[in-house]
């Protein structure tokens, strides 16, 4: 299997969104996982607007060319993941079913805006809502 490129976005500003994503690992075999932080202008989060994916709503895993976005994104990320230490072992039998991502995502999401709201983190609004600044 070729390497691809893996990169993996979101908000770095949610204590929570931020610990999940310095834990999570991928096989060696897929490449290297890059983290991008959301708030910062970049390509990805560009091509992340074009398509119409609200970054506050959900992280977006980007695997070669393709996009995975809120519940996919952290289904996939479980697939690709690597098995080594505790949290990765967890992180893959909670997510790896689609079913079970699909149901747990909003909730965690529900949790971050929570978070966010407490910590008066501003929205990245990367979609320019009007009036949606603030959590």
Same mark, same amino acid.
């Given at each position: 299997?070729? !390497?691809?490129?893996?990169?993996?976005?979101?908000?770095?500003?949610?204590?929570?969104?931020?610990?999940?994503?310095?834990?999570?690992?991928?096989?060696?075999?897929?490449?290297?996982?890059?983290?991008?932080?959301?708030? =910062?202008?970049?390509?990805?989060?560009?091509?992340?607007?074009? =398509?119409?994916?609200?970054?506050?709503? *959900?992280?977006?895993?980007?695997? *070669?060319? =393709?996009?995975?976005?809120?519940?996919?994104?952290?289904?996939?990320?479980?697939?690709?993941?690597?098995?080594?230490?505790?949290?990765? !072992?967890?992180?893959?039998?909670?997510?790896?079913?689609?079913?079970?991502?699909?149901?747990?995502?909003?909730?965690?999401?529900?949790?971050?805006?929570?978070?966010?709201?407490?910590?008066?983190? !501003?929205?990245?609004?990367?979609?320019?809502?009007?009036?949606?600044?603030?959590?």
């Amino acid at each position: 299997m070729a !390497r691809k490129e893996v990169l993996l976005i979101y908000d770095q500003e949610c204590p929570a969104c931020h610990a999940y994503c310095q834990v999570v690992n991928i096989r060696k075999s897929l490449g290297e996982l890059t983290i991008v932080d959301a708030r =910062q202008p970049s390509k990805v989060m560009e091509e992340i607007t074009a =398509q119409g994916l609200d970054i506050d709503q *959900g992280m977006v895993l980007k695997l *070669g060319d =393709q996009l995975y976005y809120g519940a996919d994104a952290i289904h996939a990320l479980a697939l690709i993941g690597s098995r080594s230490g505790f949290l990765n !072992r967890i992180n893959y039998w909670v997510f790896s079913s689609k079913q079970r991502s699909a149901v747990l995502y909003p909730i965690l999401r529900s949790l971050r805006n929570v978070l966010l709201k407490l910590l008066r983190k !501003r929205k990245i609004n990367n979609l320019g809502a009007a009036g949606n600044d603030r959590f």
